[in-house]
């Protein structure tokens, strides 16, 4: 078998993100491996460690950093890496198209993960462009999933926690959620093991993939402001829950 | 007309509770001022609490283990005063140094020999009995991934550690400074935050007091410099303070990593803390069955010495400051990695940046001042937190010489120490003292 896991190089979290020129964050903070991509990458190798002959390889859009990201799937347990090189931050359109055109070019895929969105665009399409791309289908936002045969059974998360399973055939395109897996973390040999894993560089101009129909032009960014303020309430329980119970419905109008 | 105080302590730290404490039950009048919001909220709680005995000189040594008795007797050093946060505890997982070319180990045994330190002599079986997920194999020296060598396979085995059994660590260093200003207020201390000191005035050849950035003005003969990473801020706006020491302080930016403990391992029950120079690591038990991954600041890697208001200016703010460096979280994870060859190590770093207050041989300086009335507990961080109740005593001891007429430059107050009865030469922490080169010019001390 044969299973593809799209990954993304994306800020930490943790990172202070400063924006230059209203254009672009200071790329001088950590990078890794987009949080959700890991539990990707854990099911593919899991999917891998229930069958023989199956090979894993991921696959990422990104600048020349983006190969520590690869490297990091690597010390999970995939296989090999290819890593689709471009100078310039791409919109979804693109990526799905460029990860396509990589993917055909190098194997025939029977799953493709991907990661059920990227923590730094929160987009929650490319697994849905993807897919069209290929003509295949597609489940995101996946809690569960078992294969049998030809076929996945999934369970996908939809509005307000509704579960739904569904029987997916091969191939097909799944995006990871949190749930469904606990990605491991790689130990120092898994990483000097990744170390010598092959990757392999396309240039994106090389993938001729024509124009999309559609682009996404970055006119303006703005730090989001958090404005998160702690308040006490005071005097007795009962004046205090009072207040707490006039400010949740006249100013948070929550309740 | 301005506040007036027997002493006001700078500081409301891990150090300067303690010496608040002292003064206060020797009957003086102290207030202890700090910019920040509670006590202990500034580096010491990103401290990671070590208690251990083994240090580079036999001073050294007694005077780490003298603590270990206020440790261990926490709550009746505390005078039983009941604290709202609880009280912090004193986690005793011992202590296990590994003997390699990191460590003058042979030093260090000769020294707890001297002072009486409790401890076994282990060889490796002993080690991987206690320790079943270390590796000891030898990788000195101490490199970086960068390094190539870094991955080379070992060709030697360690040749054993000393174990100190009542070594550990405090369960939480900000609260056990909380611990110790409760204890304080009791004898009559009073505490301030919020107040950041902007100038330490001076009138008739000494000290006179101190001037806060609201404008407020407080008087006290007697003023404690207890700064930390801002000590030596606070020294250059007493009058000839900074100018009269030999030995200066700055800060310098560290980092504390987080990994979690092999899946199938209890590291926060069974394991022990650990000293080793072999990977210029130490490690223990943090919360969450982790292994907290401190840095022994090998010769290979970078020191960044900053200024403390821009670094605690970043801090959740728009700088770098509050983040770990990737590369560094490698180096720190990678090298215990080595020892413990199963260690998750996760893609994402987490840990603890802060800073250090360090002296120029990370020595602390516990003296006075060229300008009289003005005393310092300066240079601590990195390897004074297990001091920290021996150092109170001390200061407190020395300032009330000072002001009844000691001349400490000439003739060095000599500290009786409670529990071990010896006595410590105070001239080894002057400000004048000539760069000491016995010590390990790191965490070590």
Redesign the interface.
């Given at each position: 078998m044969s299973i593809y896991v799209c990954v993304k190089h994306v800020p930490?979290?943790?990172?202070?993100i400063?924006i230059r020129d209203g254009r672009q964050i200071d790329e001088?903070?950590?990078f890794?491996?987009n949080?959700y991509d890991?539990n990707a990458v854990e099911a593919a190798v899991r999917q891998k460690a229930q069958e023989t002959d199956t090979e894993v390889v991921a696959v990422t859009l990104g600048k020349a950093g983006a190969e520590n990201t690869l490297r990091?799937a690597l010390a999970m347990g995939a296989d090999r890496g290819l890593h689709i090189l471009t100078a310039e931050r791409q919109d979804s359109m693109v990526t799905a198209r460029a990860l396509a055109a990589a993917i055909r070019q190098d194997g025939v895929a029977d799953i493709i993960f991907t990661g059920k969105a990227a923590i730094d665009s929160e987009g929650w399409e490319t697994q849905y462009r993807l897919a069209a791309v290929l003509d295949l289908p597609v489940v995101s936002n996946v809690t569960e999933l078992s294969r049998e045969g030809q076929a996945l059974t999934v369970v996908w998360e939809g509005d307000a926690g509704a579960l739904q399973t569904l029987k997916v055939p091969l191939p097909c395109v799944i995006g990871a959620s949190k749930a469904l897996n606990r990605p491991?973390?790689?130990?120092?040999?898994d990483?000097?093991k990744a170390r010598k894993k092959k990757i392999r560089t396309v240039d994106l101009a090389a993938l001729d993939l024509g124009r999309p129909a559609g682009v996404l032009e970055l006119l303006d960014l703005q730090p989001a402001v958090e404005n998160r303020r702690a308040k006490i309430l005071a005097g007795s329980p009962e004046v205090a829950v009072d207040e707490l119970v006039r400010l949740l419905r006249e100013e948070a109008k929550v309740i | 007309m301005a506040e007036k105080y027997d002493a006001i302590i700078i500081g409301a730290g891990v150090i300067g509770a303690p010496i608040a404490y002292e003064l206060a039950k020797q009957g003086y009048k102290t207030l202890t001022v700090d910019k920040l919001s509670d006590a202990g909220l500034g580096s010491t709680a990103a401290s990671c609490a070590i208690i251990r005995a083994h240090y580079s000189t036999e001073d050294g040594v007694a005077f780490a283990y003298e603590g270990f008795h206020y440790w261990m007797d926490w709550e009746n050093y505390l005078g039983r005063v009941k604290d709202e946060k609880g009280l912090a505890k004193f986690m005793q997982t011992g202590s296990i140094l590994l003997k390699s070319q990191g460590h003058d180990w042979r030093k260090v045994q000769k020294h707890y020999d001297a002072v009486g330190v409790q401890y076994e002599e282990w060889d490796l079986d002993q080690i991987k009995a206690a320790a079943p997920v270390y590796e000891l194999d030898e990788f000195w020296p101490v490199r970086r991934p960068e390094d190539p060598s870094f991955f080379d396979d070992p060709a030697k085995k360690l040749e054993g550690a000393l174990f100190c059994p009542e070594g550990g660590y405090m369960s939480d260093p900000a609260l056990s400074a909380h611990n110790i200003m409760r204890a304080a207020e009791v004898h009559g201390a009073k505490f301030m935050f919020n107040a950041e000191v902007v100038d330490v005035r001076a009138a008739d050849g000494r000290v006179a007091g101190i001037t806060l950035k609201d404008g407020t003005q407080i008087d006290a003969p007697v003023v404690v410099n207890v700064a930390g990473p801002h000590s030596y801020k606070i020294n250059q706006m007493a009058p000839g303070v900074w100018e009269g020491c030999n030995i200066k302080t700055k800060a310098l930016r560290h980092e504390v990593m987080h990994c979690p403990s092999p899946e199938d391992y209890d590291y926060y029950n069974k394991g022990y803390h650990t000293s080793d120079g072999d990977i210029g690591c130490y490690y223990r038990p943090e919360l969450g069955n982790q292994f907290l991954i401190g840095s022994e600041d090998p010769d290979c890697d970078p020191q960044e010495w900053v200024d403390p208001d821009e670094f605690y200016a970043g801090q959740g703010g728009t700088g770098r400051d509050n983040q770990l460096t990737e590369a560094q979280w490698k180096a720190q994870c990678y090298r215990l990695a080595r020892r413990v060859p199963s260690l998750p190590i996760p893609n994402q770093p987490r840990g603890v940046v802060d800073l250090y207050d360090c002296s120029d041989d990370w020595i602390p300086i516990y003296d006075k001042s060229d300008l009289p009335g003005f005393y310092m507990a300066i240079g601590s961080s990195g390897n004074q937190y297990k001091n920290a109740p021996v150092a109170g005593a001390m200061m407190a001891q020395l300032i009330d010489a000072c002001e009844k007429g000691l001349d400490h430059d000439a003739q060095p107050l000599q500290f009786k120490m409670k529990y071990l009865k010896r006595s410590l030469d105070m001239g080894f922490f002057s400000r004048k003292r000539e760069i000491n080169t016995d010590s390990s010019f790191s965490v070590n001390g």
């Open positions: 930490d979290s943790a990172a202070t400063t001088t903070i950590t890794l491996l949080p890991e990091s491991r973390y790689p130990t120092l040999p990483i000097i | -």
